[in-house]
């Protein structure tokens, strides 16, 4: 069975370009959530979605960020401009239904920018 | 707040030694689901176990043990044996019971090395 599928696994831009990263879920999971980790602050959650509605985006840094859902197999997050500081590991992960589910983390995607 | 701490930054042992690790939470809530992740080298992190706030039961699955014990707001995970494989950062995580709060709080991580 096909876990979460990220890509790309590795980006490297400069400061100021745009970037998107994508998340296929797992099939059939209905909330989906998207992290970054960085060696400062650790795993942090960004956004979560509830069958594609976005529930909570508090951990959103700033309006350069943000998220779509548009259908239940894909997600994006996307930072315009991008700085620097934007440079982590961004996790996005699926878990079955709301509630208390363990959540399914894909790859990560390795973003450098510079 | 919530909060998840794990003051062990790093530990490094022998293969076949056993090794625990430390997780303190921080909730207000009587109701909350604590979480064990692997994160091994390759990046993804793996759920290991889920336990929520009533059950204080004891879980062993292998070789691998958690402590839960909710007057210290502990739940300490334990490897027996290690293994090199067993190698990883571990986060330790929290999670609120209220009804649509799916927030997890992770902790900052345990890096383990586990030396042949």
């Known amino acids: 069975d096909a876990g979460v599928i990220q890509s790309p696994r590795h980006e490297v831009t400069e400061m100021g370009q745009e970037v998107t990263l994508r998340c296929k879920p797992i099939?059939?999971?209905?909330?989906l959530f998207w992290y970054r980790q960085t060696m400062m602050r650790g795993l942090e959650l960004l956004i979560y979605?509830?069958?594609?509605?976005?529930?909570?985006d508090s951990g959103m840094p700033e309006d350069r960020f943000s998220a779509k859902m548009p259908n239940a197999s894909f997600s994006t997050l996307k930072i315009q401009p991008s700085e620097p500081r934007d440079s982590a590991v961004y996790f996005c992960?699926?878990?079955?239904?709301?509630?208390?589910?363990?959540?399914?983390f894909g790859s990560g995607t390795q973003l450098s920018v510079l | 707040a919530q909060k998840v701490t794990q003051a062990q930054t790093e530990i490094s042992v022998v293969e076949k030694e056993d090794v625990t690790l430390d997780c303190v939470y921080e909730?207000?809530?009587?109701?909350?689901?604590l979480f064990w992740y692997k994160q091994p080298p390759s990046g993804e992190l793996v759920f290991l176990i889920r336990?929520?706030?009533?059950?204080?039961q004891n879980e062993i699955s292998g070789r691998y043990s958690w402590n839960f014990q909710k007057s210290t707001s502990s739940f300490n995970f334990t490897i027996t044996a290690s293994q090199v494989v067993d190698s990883a950062v571990y986060f330790c995580?929290?999670?609120?019971?209220?009804?649509?709060?799916?927030?997890?709080?992770f902790g900052q991580g345990t890096r383990l090395t586990i030396n042949p």
């Open positions: 992960a699926s878990s079955l239904r709301q509630g208390v589910e363990k959540l399914f």
């Open positions: 099939s059939g999971h209905n909330s």
């Open positions: 979605f509830n069958n594609n509605v976005p529930i909570d």
């Open positions: 909730t207000r809530d009587t109701t909350y689901y």
């Open positions: 336990r929520n706030s009533f059950d204080e």
């Open positions: 995580a929290l999670r609120l019971g209220v009804q649509g709060a799916q927030k997890l709080v």
